[in-house]
């Protein structure tokens, strides 16, 4: 029979406690995803590295200024490109004033419960904020790609 259990070498112990990973069903927990965001922020420094978004937009913003110059448009002349800048725009100060300092803080609670320990209800409630934010935060990119498409 099929072992359903999987081993994650190399993942930190909680509490003192090995990382196992079941794909059984039993036994489930809420918390296995926080304990992989533990582990991911641990290993890449996400909080830390967030300073290259700036540089992606920083290049989004040439190569999209660079292509309406090249195409002898008007960024401020046609509705569709005023709306489109107004979404990006939209979507940034999202980033910038909300999710960007929800995940930084959720990085500095989660370096407090590593070791072990309860999830403060904080954690929590800076996840659903940041998911709710989030998904706002994707849709509108979703509704400047069909603005820049059909140019309504």
Known sequence: MNDPTLALPGL?????????AKFDGGLLSSDSGVLVLREVEQRLRVADRLAFTGGGLVLLLIGAYGMVATAGLNAMGSRWLVLGQSLLLASGVIWVVVLIPTQIAQA??????????PIPERYWRLNRRWLGWGILATLIPLANLYVMIFKP
């Open 12 to 20: 930190s112990p909680v509490a003192g406690k090995s990382v196992v």
């Open 108 to 117: 500095r609670l989660a370096h407090g419960f590593a070791a072990g320990g």
